[in-house]
């Protein structure tokens, strides 16, 4: 082989072994595309003076179709996991949330303008139950959240709270808001630039560290947080997505296209106006739950869908950071060993695993788990005149944290 093809493939190798060792999205793609219209390939566009009207909520169901609130149209349009448009539903509502692949929660408007919510069948065409005696009021994508169960809960900004079964029995009622939708408690700038942000849940903390502050936060089935920021670089203000582990390492950074726009003056009026023109936008982020990411970006001639797809590296480390300092000294019983805490501890750690082997570089068998906060453990096992090796490593949940480097004790 010639050097220069050798060097060639060590380069493809060196390329290849990279794009695989760290997860990451691959996108966008555009998933739907049209121009703006009224028939089924088409989206509706009001253009207005201060605000253009246009398809500005999109929702993705479990099985990956696609829905796209067409209010210009009075319609909801329907699209395949590929793209391919399926059906055009004229229905009165506000808002739409995934409940399964063919149910949607969405507020019903009534004959008095009052909001109700309810559940649509999108197969059947039909409301399967709307509860008529409560007006939820004006209703945004963060103040509805569907559990695992099917349980739904609704929050308003009146400090009014229900939570639902899926077959619309009203299971209990708020006045503060529920913690499944997430709740910053502590947000600092840190000496070294970074921000600090815990996010409180109902089962969960997160400590997140990340280059910038958060304007806002989601979480997919999995327990992974994903931090949105609205970012200025370079004069463009973009949008900003961290995928957070629950032991608030950020895993992935992705970047949204910045808008584009510029400004029209008309001189033959007194006095003179300008309109901005809109280039291309974007929305906002929807985040499915295996870690895929939507949104809608718009032109002036055509809007869609792009998707970003998650590439999941299974060598990725997604647990705390590793304990230091492991010390082995004898004991009247035994090996007493101690440890310091991993940085995630209080935090994300739920314990600490002892192995041990009993040769250098050996076969490490685990010995014993203590629970968080725990930095020792006294190995009563241990037999006299044996040289035994140590490593810890913190746990989390089914994730662990690298191992200490080894160290050796004899009794």
Not at 241 to 260: R, S
Request: one cysteine or more.
């Amino acid at each position: 082989m010639g050097i220069r093809r050798m060097l060639s493939s060590i380069v493809l190798l060196v390329l290849l072994y990279n794009s695989e060792a760290f997860a990451s999205w691959s996108g966008p793609n555009v998933t739907v595309q049209g121009s703006w219209g009224a028939s089924d390939g088409q989206f509706g566009l009001h253009k207005a003076e201060t605000k253009d009207e246009i398809p500005d909520s999109i929702v993705i169901l479990s099985d990956g179709k696609i829905l796209v609130d067409d209010g210009v149209n009075g319609v909801i349009k329907i699209f395949d996991v590929n793209g391919q448009f399926l059906k055009a539903l004229e229905i009165w509502a506000l808002g739409f949330w995934g409940l399964d692949s063919d149910q949607v929660v969405s507020g019903k408007l009534d004959a008095t303008g009052k909001t109700r919510i309810g559940v649509y069948s999108l197969s059947k065409g039909q409301w399967l139950w709307v509860d008529n005696n409560r007006d939820i009021g004006y209703l945004s994508e963060e103040l509805v959240y569907v559990s695992d169960a099917k349980d739904i809960y609704i929050w308003n900004n009146s400090n009014k709270g229900y939570r639902y079964s899926s077959t619309g029995g009203l299971i209990e009622t708020f006045t503060t808001k529920p913690l499944v939708f997430g709740k910053e408690e502590k947000y600092q700038k840190l000496n070294d630039g970074n921000y600090l942000t815990g996010i409180k849940f109902d089962d969960f903390t997160y400590k997140c560290k990340t280059p910038t502050g958060l304007n806002s936060f989601t979480r997919d089935k999995l327990g992974y947080l994903y931090g949105i920021a609205r970012v200025g670089e370079q004069k463009e203000l973009h949008t900003r997505i961290y995928k957070i582990t629950k032991c608030g390492n950020v895993i992935a950074t992705l970047d949204f296209p910045a808008d584009k726009r510029h400004g029209v003056e008309f001189t033959d009026q007194l006095p003179t106006t300008s309109i901005e023109v809109v280039d291309e936008e974007y929305g906002p982020p929807v985040v499915t739950p295996n870690g895929d990411v939507y949104t809608w970006k718009r032109t002036p001639d055509n809007y869609s869908i792009l998707k970003w797809t998650w590439q999941d590296d299974p060598n990725m480390p997604t647990g705390p950071d590793v304990p230091t300092g492991l010390v082995v000294m004898p004991s009247a019983a035994g090996l007493y060993l101690t440890w310091k805490a991993s940085p995630q501890d209080p935090g994300c750690v739920s314990g600490y695993e002892i192995a041990r082997a009993t040769t250098s570089g050996g076969v490490y068998t685990s010995l014993a788990t203590v629970d968080k906060g725990i930095l020792k453990y006294n190995d009563t096992t241990a037999t006299a005149g044996t040289t035994y090796y140590y490593k810890v490593r913190a746990v989390s949940g089914t994730d662990y944290s690298p191992y200490t480097s080894e160290v050796s004790g004899t009794k």
